[in-house]
């Protein structure tokens, strides 16, 4: 089974970000545009501020060389566009990579690789006390899950994940299905 984490965990692992750090307002940025953006980390990875665009009311997150090849566009939500605002103009990005490393190790600066980003939402689920280890892609999984349990139809879930076919979008529905249908629920002693 995927790992997907319920509302609260999720919640959890956001509030978890310690935004006393240096490192704070990137890794809140970086875990909505996971979550609420349905990326795979590649994607988050490639992310460049030259990227972020609006159109009208909206802003959106070109993707380049998505899964697939093509270019794609995603919608970010409102209430992540401005925490990615807020990080983006608080570091002076004008140009170039969003998520950059912090280290002192001679990579300050630099694009964060697929493999950090992974490594940073293991360590905010530890800090979150999340009971298994996640990665990068729980929060597309979750994403996807929370959609579809907010009332978006499998096809708004499959456009949003950006899913070729509809067959890998249903797999969020019959993950939940499975689990809540278990026989361990009928057994009374």
């Given at each position: 089974?995927?790992?997907?984490?319920?509302?609260?965990?999720?919640?959890?692992?956001?509030?978890?970000?310690?935004?006393?750090?240096?490192?704070?307002?990137?890794?809140?940025?970086?875990?909505?545009?996971?979550?609420?953006?349905?990326?795979?980390?590649?994607?988050?990875?490639?992310?460049?501020?030259?990227?972020?665009?609006?159109?009208?009311?909206?802003?959106?997150?070109?993707?380049?060389?998505?899964?697939?090849?093509?270019?794609q566009v995603?919608?970010?939500?409102?209430?992540?566009?401005?925490?990615?605002?807020?990080?983006?103009?608080s570091m002076?990005?004008?140009?170039?990579?969003?998520?950059?490393?912090?280290?002192?190790?001679?990579?300050?600066?630099?694009?964060?690789?697929?493999?950090?980003?992974?490594?940073?939402?293991?360590?905010?689920?530890?800090?979150?006390?999340?009971?298994?280890?996640?990665?990068?892609?729980?929060?597309?999984?979750?994403?996807?899950?929370?959609?579809?349990?907010?009332?978006?139809?499998?096809?708004?879930?499959?456009?949003?994940?950006?899913?070729?076919?509809?067959?890998?979008?249903?797999?969020?529905?019959?993950?939940?299905?499975?689990?809540?249908n278990r026989?361990?629920?009928?057994?009374?002693?």
């Amino acid at each position: 089974l995927l790992t997907v984490l319920t509302k609260t965990e999720a919640k959890d692992l956001v509030d978890a970000v310690d935004m006393s750090r240096r490192t704070g307002k990137r890794d809140r940025a970086l875990v909505l545009m996971l979550l609420h953006c349905v990326l795979r980390r590649s994607e988050a990875a490639a992310m460049s501020v030259e990227d972020i665009r609006q159109s009208g009311p909206y802003h959106l997150l070109n993707i380049k060389k998505a899964k697939g090849g093509a270019n794609q566009v995603v919608k970010i939500p409102p209430h992540v566009y401005d925490v990615l605002d807020g990080f983006v103009r608080s570091m002076g990005y004008v140009h170039g990579p969003v998520w950059r490393s912090f280290s002192t190790n001679g990579t300050s600066g630099k694009r964060l690789s697929g493999s950090s980003i992974y490594k940073i939402v293991s360590r905010l689920g530890v800090a979150a006390g999340l009971p298994s280890r996640i990665g990068a892609h729980t929060l597309r999984h979750t994403g996807c899950t929370l959609a579809i349990e907010g009332g978006a139809s499998i096809q708004q879930v499959q456009h949003h994940a950006r899913h070729k076919n509809v067959e890998t979008t249903m797999r969020y529905i019959h993950q939940r299905d499975r689990l809540s249908n278990r026989a361990a629920g009928y057994i009374d002693v």
